[in-house]
Nanobody, 115 residues
Framework: VQLQACGGGMVQAGGSLRLSCAASGSIFSFNFMGWHRQAPGKQRELVAASISSGTTNYADSVKGRFTISRDNAENTVYLQMNSLKPEDTAVYSC??????????WGQGTQVTVSS
């Protein structure tokens, strides 16, 4: 399975972006799909996760502003990012796995938020 992330760009503070992560195969069976980000000089952090049970989890720093969603028909997971802040600037990447299987990673997409 290959994951292709896109949708990054440059936006002013308070703006919105929607990231997409398209899979080359079905995402229906993935137990976990998530979005991570890594800012310069910082460790990668999990921003949002979608669990197959329907549960979603978010980092405290993005709760209420970011929404992760899956479209099984389109084999795509989205990250809607609203009320963006300069501290959201980072390279965002998606990953997915099934329990007991390998972890798949997509390439990163740059998000830059200007003040």
């Amino acid at each position: 399975v290959q994951l292709q992330a896109c949708g990054g760009g440059m936006v002013q503070a308070g703006g919105s972006l929607r990231l997409s992560c398209a899979a080359s195969g079905s995402i229906f069976s993935f137990n976990f799909m998530g979005w991570h980000r890594q800012a310069p000089g910082k460790q990668r952090e999990l921003v949002a996760a979608s669990i197959s049970s329907g549960t979603t989890n978010y980092a405290d720093s993005v709760k209420g502003r970011f929404t992760i969603s899956r479209d099984n028909a389109e084999n795509t997971v989205y990250l809607q990012m609203n009320s963006l802040k300069p501290e959201d600037t980072a390279v965002y990447s998606c990953n997915a796995y099934r329990i007991g299987g390998p972890i798949y990673w997509g390439q990163g997409t740059q998000v830059t938020v200007s003040s």
